[in-house]
């Protein structure tokens, strides 16, 4: 080419790499002619979705020729409703990574600075560094967030900081007494995103739900999704729920049309389907026993997880056992990217699967 087209872009962009996704069934029977493979590698729904949400979409195919509702009047309002929050205060996206990536447009610019933990979410880097804005990495504490740390080392340029609760992907968490000592510490002018996208999976005493603490706090913003628990990975829908100027902030660099009418569609029906969610946080909690005796059992170490997956550590790089996982038909995700070369993240999926995926384990770590 007669021109480097890479050193035409912004300099934040010219030093990110691609998202890598988890690998499609398709690709790894293509890649070695296996017949029989599982995926638990990104943290999907292992249900399939619910039966009213398929119904609907059938209803709704008759109007694909059309556009979907910019506003996504009808969801909002489903969602109002379920949150005892105003509609205003809603921001759609095309999956929780969407509303992460608005909302850095909208806060940050060269010359300003985000703060997140370190294993945290790598959207978060990702959306800091293209907006050309500095990121600060404070180290983790028990593979968690460190959220005093994190509160000390907001600068006066800081405008952002992101956590995660629980965290993806070491699956810890914090409590509420916790993050409402941090939000203490953090100055009104900057921004908090608390990440929320496994909170249906968590449980326990003192659980922190960011909904609960909008009115104490302007300067929060909550996000969260429809491919995790509720099973609509594939249809990408996510939201923010902040104050009504956030709101609006958000919606200035909001692309139109971001969430598809079938997202809508699936959205606003799958939330009327509340024993659909009861049966998969309950085939989630048996499957986190099944996997971590089984873990136990092979003496593999593991970080405790509140969301829908666990952290499994091995000796050495973790690649060798990840790449004959893949010999055995089973797909997992290696977490060097987060600093984590001697982890996979082990998704956990029905109990066939679960039973496969230990086998396997036990298969290649014989071998």
């Not at 956030?246 to 799958?270: H, K, M």
């Amino acid at each position: 080419m007669s021109c480097d087209f890479l050193a035409l872009a912004n300099a934040g962009i010219q030093g990110l790499h691609p998202y890598q996704a988890g690998k499609p069934i398709e690709e790894l029977q293509r890649e070695l002619g296996l017949d029989h493979v599982i995926k638990l590698a990104s943290n999907e729904n292992p249900l399939g979705p619910s039966s009213k949400v398929v119904a609907a979409l059938q209803a709704a195919s008759a109007d694909i020729c059309r556009y979907p509702d910019a506003n996504g009047f009808e969801l909002k309002a489903a969602l109002s409703e379920r949150l005892s929050v105003l509609s205003s205060q809603l921001t759609l996206g095309n999956g929780s990574n969407d509303v992460l990536d608005l909302i850095a447009r909208a806060y940050l610019e060269p010359g300003k600075s985000a703060v997140f933990s370190q294993h945290a979410f790598i959207v978060y880097p990702i959306a800091v560094q293209a907006c050309g804005a500095r990121a600060i990495v404070t180290p983790a504490k028990d593979w968690g967030h460190d959220l005093d740390a994190m509160a000390s080392a907001i600068e006066p340029d800081t405008r952002l900081v992101f956590v995660a609760n629980p965290n993806n992907p070491t699956g810890t968490c914090f409590s509420a007494a916790a993050f409402t000592a941090f939000m203490a510490k953090v100055p009104s002018d900057v921004v908090v995103v608390l990440d929320e996208a496994y909170i249906e999976y968590n449980s326990g005493e003192d659980l922190l739900d960011g909904v609960n603490l909008l009115a104490q706090y302007d300067n929060l913003i909550v996000t969260r999704t429809f491919s995790k628990a509720w099973g609509l990975a594939a249809l990408r829908v996510g939201y923010a729920i902040a104050n009504e100027q956030i709101t609006d902030a958000l919606n200035r660099v909001r692309a139109p049309f971001n969430v598809n009418s079938f997202g809508l569609v699936a959205a606003r029906t799958v939330l009327t389907d509340d024993d659909y969610l009861q049966r998969g946080c309950a085939v989630n909690a048996t499957g986190k026993q099944q996997l971590q005796e089984g873990l136990a059992r092979l003496g593999i170490d593991y970080i405790p997880s509140a969301g829908n997956f666990i952290a499994a550590q091995f000796e050495g790089d973790a690649l060798a056992i990840y790449d004959g996982l893949l010999r055995e038909g089973v797909i997992v995700r290696p977490v060097g990217v987060y600093q984590m070369p001697q982890h996979l993240r082990l998704s956990i999926g029905l109990e066939t699967e679960n039973r496969f995926l230990l086998q396997a384990l036990t298969k290649v770590l014989g071998s």
